[in-house]
Nanobody
């Protein structure tokens, strides 16, 4: 599975942006898909995930501001970001997991840069 992220850019604080992650194969068999981010000088952190059964999980810092959605028909995962803050500035990475027997496979997309100006 290859993941292609897009949608990053420069936005002012308080603005909105939507990131999109397109999978080369079917999303249906991916147990979890989601987004992580890495700010300069910081470790990569989870932003949001959505499971195969459409259960969502968000970092506390983005709850009530970001919405993750999964479209299995289009093999796409979107992250709608609103009320953006300068501290949301980071490279955002699409991530997915699948399970083969007892083995968990992880997939990462290339990052897309989000810059929020104050």
């Amino acid at each position: 599975v290859q993941l292609q992220a897009s949608g990053g850019g420069l936005v002012r604080a308080g603005g909105s942006l939507t990131l999109s992650c397109k999978a080369s194969g079917s999303l249906f068999n991916l147990v979890v898909v989601g987004w992580y981010r890495q700010a300069p000088g910081k470790q990569r952190e989870l932003v949001a995930t959505v499971s195969k059964s459409f259960n969502t999980n968000y970092a506390d810092s983005v709850k009530d501001r970001f919405i993750i959605s999964r479209d299995n028909a289009r093999n796409t995962v979107n992250l709608q970001m609103s009320s953006l803050k300068p501290e949301d500035t980071a490279v955002y990475y699409c991530h997915a997991e699948s399970i083969g027997g007892t083995i968990v496979y992880e997939y990462w997309g290339q990052g897309t840069l989000v810059t929020v100006s104050s």
